[in-house]
């Protein structure tokens, strides 16, 4: 009777192994196809992207040029306040202005180069 108990117990114990091991290793594979990525922009024929780049551009370009503008404002009051012309308040008050108004701009423009990129108005394109 001990004998068919053991048996019984080690069979029960080997079917539960293997039943763990097979669901741990189970990796059912998905039904459905993935969705093909839709075609890349293609901004060599598409002259409609062509012309959204170039407004992109050019509102990028009018960014860094205030930025760069806004930098040589900021550098002549440095200049002046390392000259001792300028009181260290109102310099300051520049410093911390400046430091705004480049953290805005830098933003934007980083989201601008972002749109673009997503846009794929960064491709190469031949002429």
């Known amino acids: 009777m001990k004998s068919k108990l053991y ?3 080690m069979f029960a114990s080997v079917f539960a192994v ?9 990796n059912p594979r998905p039904t459905t196809q993935p969705t093909p990525a839709p075609p890349a922009p293609d901004l060599q024929n598409d002259v409609s992207l062509q012309r959204d780049c170039a407004t ?22 440095q200049l002046a306040f390392n000259e001792g012309s300028v009181e260290d308040t109102e310099f300051k008050s520049a410093s911390t202005s400046w430091l705004r108004e480049e953290n805005e701009l ?6 601008m180069y972002e749109q673009g990129r997503s846009m794929g108005c960064f491709q190469k394109v031949t002429q």
Do not use: P, Y
Request: aromatic letters at 8%; a positive charge; one cysteine or more.
């Open 7 to 9: 048996k019984a117990a």
């Open 106 to 111: 830098a933003t934007q423009a980083a989201h």
């Open 18 to 26: 293997v039943g763990c091991v097979s669901i741990a290793l189970w």
């Open 56 to 77: 992109l551009f050019r509102q990028i370009i009018a960014v860094q040029d205030d930025r760069e503008l806004k930098r040589k404002l900021f550098e002549g009051v």
